[in-house]
DNA sequence: CTTTACCTTTACGTTCGCGTCAACATCAAA
DNA sequence: TTTGATGTTGACGCGAACGTAAAGGTAAAG
């Protein structure tokens, strides 16, 4: 049985089990330059930062994220090259994704609103 | 010009434009059963109803239901039958959409509040 | 040494949500 | 009457996000 391979590193599978994704769908993130776990061999093998990387992730895509904007906002946090330009168009990417979630979260609100009403009716004929 | 075909009701293009669609896109949820207008000889006319109807679809597209879970709430909406354990299914279905929308929210939440502390880390940057 | 349980790559298949012609009807304005 | 503008029904196409074999490597356990 896998023995803890080395404390805090992970197998494909240890983080399908802990995510409750399939092994596929994170080699096909790799593949799409979201994540990049080291090799051992031919093996990867994930480190408690790619762990969270693949969180975060999963939450974008929970919130209907495309994988292409995922890759897009985790490449923003990455400090690479720090030019004043860069750095304000990053600002105002920002911005939008924030102003869109909040526009998401209230239509969540008010279909949530609507369905308590609907469960509301449907008690009543109980 | 378009002199207003009835005072109520509405052409596929006066709801395309309205709610920023194609009409390609509305035909669509008619093809998958989320709406069906009258016909005015082959042309739509769609009612004060129908545009609600397409207005609680395009929110449900917007909180990331597909399609056949719209269509399937819209049914719950139906009024037709009304036996006890067809009403407690349906109640728990409700339920089940609520607590998901729920958590959608908190995901939707965390983003904002990371997205903001980036924003805020950039703005001390510059 | 063989089985078991993992891991790997390659590659074709599938579902969803439309986009994009094509070809045709209708109706009002010029 | 010709010309748009708008409507219609197919039907094929496409990108996204994986699913699903197929074929094989590796390492520990029996």
Redesign the interface.
């Known amino acids: 049985m896998g023995v803890a391979l080395q404390n805090d590193s992970f197998t494909i599978s240890d983080l399908a089990r802990e995510f409750d994704v399939t092994s596929r769908t994170i080699r096909f993130y790799e593949d799409e330059g979201l994540i990049s776990p080291e090799r051992r061999g031919s093996a990867r093998l994930y480190s408690r930062a790619d762990r969270a990387r693949l969180a975060w992730i999963l939450?974008?895509r929970?919130?209907?994220f495309a994988l292409a904007d995922i890759r897009e906002?985790l490449d923003?946090?990455e400090p690479g090259r720090?030019r004043?330009g860069q750095?304000?168009a990053?600002?105002e990417k920002?911005?939008a994704?924030?102003n869109a979630?909040?526009?998401?979260?209230d239509?969540?609100?008010?279909?949530?609103a609507e369905?308590?009403q609907?469960?509301a009716t449907?008690?009543a004929?109980?």
């Open positions: 939450r974008g929970a919130v209907g906002l923003l946090y720090a004043r750095l304000e990053t600002l920002c911005r994704r924030i979630l909040h526009e998401q979260r239509a969540i609100d008010a279909t949530i369905l308590d609907f469960c449907i008690t004929k109980l």
